[in-house]
């Protein structure tokens, strides 16, 4: 059975930073296509980050220079480091993981506000 449980998710002002973490079970991060998701109320869901499972990334132009996707094979977790948080990053966020299917982890809120 596959399960993406993400984490780190909070309330931060902005100019913050926050780290979230996708712990994967039921599937390898490092042969899957790994993926941040975001989700704002009243808006569609959008990527944010990506990672191919050779280690390509690939970035929103929104949160280019500020978001960093990696992930550690040997803990089987996938990371979103969020630098220079802005009001408009507050969202669900979701960590998705793509081979022989699409999984989806439950989400975790991201708030940004003074």
């Known amino acids: 059975q596959v399960q993406l449980v993400e984490s780190g998710g909070g309330l931060v002002q902005p100019g913050g930073s926050l780290r979230l973490s996708c712990a994967a079970s039921g599937i390898s991060v490092s042969i899957n296509h790994m993926a941040w998701y975001r989700q704002a109320p009243g808006k569609q869901r959008e990527s944010v980050a990506s990672?191919?499972?050779?280690?390509?990334?690939n970035y929103a132009e929104s949160v280019k220079g500020r978001f960093t996707i990696s992930r550690d094979n040997a803990k089987n977790t996938v990371y979103l480091q969020m630098n220079s948080l802005k009001p408009e990053d507050t969202a669900v966020y979701y960590c998705?993981?793509?081979?022989?299917?699409?999984?989806w982890g439950q989400g975790t809120q991201v708030t940004v506000s003074s």
């Open positions: 998705k993981g793509s081979l022989t299917g699409d999984y």
């Open positions: 990672m191919s499972s050779r280690g390509f990334t």
